[in-house]
């Protein structure tokens, strides 16, 4: 008996499941690492063999022959990515008309590979409020807490922050100590630190490689609905419900400054500028503020959302802004203008309530009530794809550092890690 084998065994005895089973659940799990991995590594050319064979099995997607035109189908599926761009070119420019259909056909199936989950954690017994990648992209931290019972909400009693190693799926490090749920999450630039904002009225810094709690960020008097961490890493952000938004000293968690006149209703996202000058606060009104944090004054305030604005990401470069509102639109504005410069529909006329850049601020990310999230074009405004699986409504949305992975949070208590190839 081998090693592998005697280990499947054991294991298998312990648990009360089927060898076969778990050998099954063994190699699931490789694949989805290995995949993770393929695309958090940068995509190297295909080889001319093989892009050789896919111009052949298209052709033969045109043959009169139904053994061939199917065994040309199953195999161009089964070479997954390097098959995408001919396919999708048949599909559209064909002359052959059947050719042009069984290329429409074929690529359905390979965008729902092509798009499929590549993880889902289920852990959370809660709600998941709160999903952000780790800036070197080795980490996905999660957190969430309550439940929603027909329009009821319950406080729930799931409120730790889990961090998931993005390779092979492994829980890193629960982090205990909230004591309600964890509304957001943000990173420290070097991935060494995290920080958690929390309905119990604080925000909390913890040590990401041992996970213990550095420091308690207190001064709020209603729930912390936001926080945000400077591209430098010396300052941290926060925004309640209490209206204020406070700064603090990201090494040490002492209250600075708080920002002042206070938000016109309750805060649920903000955003530091790449160049940490300018923050971006939005909650219970149309309005979303742009603070001078230097001068700690309001320079702008963006005016184009007809419900509460209540997600705010800025673009890596720094002069776009992306808004998720309860108006069912996400807008992208143009920061010298103070104009939005596009607006992203299509999420059933649900709000919009997690958005994200991908790091060349190329593309971006919605996620939103009615379960899914949307992938589009920053240039032209396409909608690029949605992903669909969730069975509740999605909360946060994140992508990596590399921009081939994205993640989101939802009201069904899981966490997708999505492929998001370019």
């Not at 690529?107 to 092509?114: G, M, S």
């Not at 002492?254 to 955003?271: E, N, T």
Request: hydrophobic share 40%.
């Amino acid at each position: 008996m081998t090693h592998l084998a005697k280990t499947v065994a054991a294991v298998s005895s312990v648990f009360s499941v089927s060898p076969s089973r778990l050998l099954f659940l063994f190699f699931l799990t490789l694949a989805a690492a290995a995949r993770a991995q393929e695309l958090e590594e940068e995509p190297q050319p295909f080889s001319p063999q093989v892009v050789a064979e896919v111009e052949r099995l298209v052709e033969d997607l045109s043959s009169e022959s139904y053994d061939l035109r199917e065994a040309a189908g199953r195999r161009l599926v089964n070479i997954g990515e390097a098959a995408w761009d001919r396919v999708y070119e048949a599909s559209q420019s064909a002359k052959d008309l059947e050719l042009r259909y069984r290329a429409s056909e074929l690529l359905k199936t390979l965008q729902k590979r092509k798009f499929s989950p590549i993880r889902i954690w289920e852990d959370h017994r809660d709600i998941v409020w709160a999903v952000a990648f780790s800036p070197d992209g080795k980490y996905l931290a999660s957190g969430g807490g309550g439940q929603e019972m027909g329009g009821n909400w319950t406080e729930g009693s799931d409120f730790s922050v889990r961090i998931w190693n993005v390779k092979d799926g492994s829980l890193h490090k629960k982090l205990d100590g909230h004591k309600n749920a964890i509304t957001t999450i943000a990173w420290y630039p070097d991935s060494s630190r995290l920080v958690s904002a929390s309905s119990d009225n604080t925000a909390k810094i913890w040590d990401a490689a041992s996970g213990k709690e550095v420091a308690t960020l207190l001064g709020h008097t209603n729930r912390v609905g936001a926080v945000a961490v400077s591209s430098d890493g010396s300052r941290i952000l926060t925004g309640s419900w209490d209206k204020t938004c406070i700064l603090y000293d990201a090494k040490t968690g002492k209250a600075l400054k708080q920002l002042d006149p206070p938000h016109y209703g309750r805060i649920w996202s903000v955003a530091i500028s790449p160049d940490g000058k300018t923050a971006a606060v939005a909650g219970d009104h149309p309005y979303i503020r742009l603070w001078d944090l230097e001068k700690m004054v309001v320079k702008k305030e963006l005016q184009g959302h007809s419900q509460a604005a209540v997600a705010v990401a800025f673009s890596p470069q720094g002069d776009r802004l992306l808004s998720g509102g309860w108006d069912a639109t996400a807008i992208l504005w143009d920061l010298e203008k103070g104009a939005p410069s596009r607006t992203f529909t299509g999420h059933g006329g649900t709000r919009v309530e997690g958005v994200a850049f991908s790091p060349d601020g190329k593309r971006c990310l919605t996620g939103a009530l009615d379960k899914n999230v949307r992938l589009w074009s920053v240039e032209n405004g396409d909608h690029l794809h949605t992903y669909e699986g969730h069975t509740g409504c999605v909360t946060k949305v994140s992508i990596s550092k590399s921009g081939r992975l994205a993640a989101s949070g939802s009201w069904d208590h899981s966490v997708r890690l999505w492929p998001l190839p370019k």
